[in-house]
């Protein structure tokens, strides 16, 4: 069996990994390999982020990786928050992040947005990056309970509900996340 780690503790990630990759591919968490390092991530791109987190993993532990980086980049707002979506308003607490975003976007009718997602896979000394990207509008308030982070704002194109309005398996189904892992398996059922 191939095994690869994956830069995350996050089960809910790790699942979707597992579950679009199959099971010819045995996926390791940061715990299983007992890496509790506070693994740098200070770059301005989700490549950046990505490859960085990859790479420390890559060379501190000589494992065959794969690491993420996501966000929510709003075209009026020169696609801020980008690398700083989980921190925005100086903390981690999605409440004041979502109400620093409505806030700057205030009554602006061109509300487009995306989420995206960017996987750097380390195998041995080569590097392969893989995109997800879904486009949509951000709402003039929250609406819906599920998922995390700016569900409750975003609306993909042709949909009518919120991500925070769509059963995990409806937004997994579309997401930017699912998008780029579906691209991470389909190249690692080709290679291996
Ligand atoms: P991460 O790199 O996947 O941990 O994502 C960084 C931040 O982007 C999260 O803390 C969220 O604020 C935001 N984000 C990423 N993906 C999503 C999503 O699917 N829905 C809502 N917010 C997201």
């Known amino acids: 069996m191939i095994q690869l ?5 996050n089960t809910h990630k790790l699942d979707e990994v597992r579950e679009v990759v199959g099971n010819k591919f045995h ?3 940061l715990a299983d390999i007992g890496c509790t390092d506070d693994i740098p991530e200070t770059g301005d791109t989700f490549e950046a982020n990505a490859s ?3 790479t420390y993993l890559y060379s501190r532990y000589g494992c065959d990786c794969f690491a993420d980086d996501s966000g929510l980049e709003v075209a009026a707002l020169a696609n801020e928050p980008g690398v700083y979506s989980a921190r925005y ?3 981690r607490d999605m409440e004041k992040n979502i109400d620093l975003l409505l806030h700057r976007l205030g009554d602006r009718p061109d509300r487009a947005a995306r989420f995206r ?3 750097s896979l380390r195998i041995g000394d080569d ?7 879904i486009e949509g509008q951000i709402g003039y308030e929250r609406q819906g309970n599920g998922g995390f982070g700016y569900d409750p704002l ?7 509900k919120t991500f925070a309005q769509m059963t995990p398996s409806e937004k997994n189904a579309i997401s930017h996340r699912a998008i780029a892992v ?3 398996a389909d190249f690692l059922k080709t290679k291996f």
């Not at 780690?5 to 503790?9: D, L, Q, S």
């Not at 590097?127 to 990207?133: A, K, L, S």
């Open 182 to 184: 579906a691209k991470l």
């Open 89 to 91: 308003s100086g903390t």
């Open 117 to 119: 997602t960017v996987i």
């Open 154 to 160: 975003f609306t993909p194109n042709g949909y009518v």
């Open 52 to 54: 960085q987190k990859s």
């Open 27 to 29: 996926i390791q968490t």
């Open 127 to 133: 590097e392969h990056f893989f995109e997800g990207v």
């Open 5 to 9: 780690v994956f830069a995350t503790n």
